[in-house]
């Protein structure tokens, strides 16, 4: 089968194995695989906590929102038979680039019929960080998202909005379009713009890439305000974690089918900003990690 491995600080086709289907375990053929700021820190290993994660968890084909149809079944797995339509998060085991991957059948979910291959894979890492970030607004808040124009970000728009808050959404020139498209009532450019320099407080902030010091963060936050990072530089990670404003993310098949549930009810709608094929590859993932793809990067074999 056809396979984008790591090599190096890069990502290459190259040609593997069919991975069979042990005990407990479900094959797919892959029908689309959505890209994560992780699977490009995977690869070139920054910052520091991607080169680390990748040696530990011993990555070697990347890709985790994975949408196809069964093809084989383990022994001892029931609930699944080939031909049926499943996404799953496999951030455990990865594997997703490719044209089949294998993971435990507890990580799958079945696929409704209204929901296309490529819009389950746009969904559950990056609908599973908006969730968790904005499932618990009650309505009045403001809040700021910066990163807000990449994969999880029009999640958290959309989610945001549907709570009742009022939205400011933050990221390069080229995406202001597609924030505005899901809602944001303030945009804006960070190229041109800081917005710690801003008059406005916010209630909560969801920062995807954090750049800024913790001094510069506290004077955006209105009395009482949140902040909470995804990710970012590495010496600004551990000072957000130690001050417990990491976004702790259990993803997983209970928030893949939450999401699955949201978009069959018309809150949330994925937002794909480039598809391409496995063999194009490499060069959308650097496309995505250069901030140049405004929504979700999916690949397909």
């Known amino acids: 089968m056809q396979a984008l491995e790591i090599v190096g600080a890069r990502v290459q086709l190259v040609q593997r194995p069919v991975p069979g289907a042990g005990r407990g375990e479900v094959r797919v053929r892959v029908a689309a695989c959505g890209a994560n700021a992780s699977d490009w820190e995977f690869v070139v290993g920054r910052p520091f906590y991607g080169w680390l994660a990748r040696r530990l968890m011993q990555v070697k084909v990347p890709g985790s929102d994975v949408a196809g149809v069964v093809d084989a079944v383990g022994d001892g797995v029931s609930g699944f038979a080939p ?47 908006a969730l968790t970030a904005f499932d618990d607004l009650t309505g009045g808040e403001t809040v700021l998202i910066n990163g807000a124009g990449g994969g999880s970000g029009p999640y958290a728009i959309q989610l945001a909005k549907a709570r009742g808050a009022t939205v400011w959404a933050v990221d390069n020139a080229a995406k202001q379009a597609i924030m505005r498209a899901n809602g944001a009532d303030h945009v804006i450019d960070y190229e041109t713009t800081d917005f710690t320099t801003l008059e406005a407080r916010f209630d909560h902030i969801l920062d995807m890439v954090a750049t800024r010091p913790p001094r510069r963060i506290r004077r955006c936050l209105a009395p009482g305000g949140r902040y909470r990072m995804v990710g970012g530089a590495m010496g600004l990670l551990i000072r957000f974690t130690l001050r417990g404003q990491l976004l702790i993310v259990k993803q997983g098949p209970a928030l893949t089918t939450r999401a699955l549930d949201l978009v069959t009810g018309g809150v949330l709608t994925p937002t794909i900003g480039a598809v391409a094929p496995l063999a194009d590859g490499a060069d959308a993932l650097a496309r995505m990690g250069a901030g140049q793809i405004a929504g979700k990067l999916i690949l397909t074999p």
């Open 83 to 129: 031909g049926d339509r499943v996404v799953a998060d496999t951030f455990e085991t990865f594997g997703g680039f490719a044209d089949f991957c294998t993971a435990k059948a507890d990580r799958w979910v079945k696929l409704p019929d209204d929901i296309g291959f490529q819009q389950a894979a746009a969904l559950p890492q990056s609908a599973a960080i």
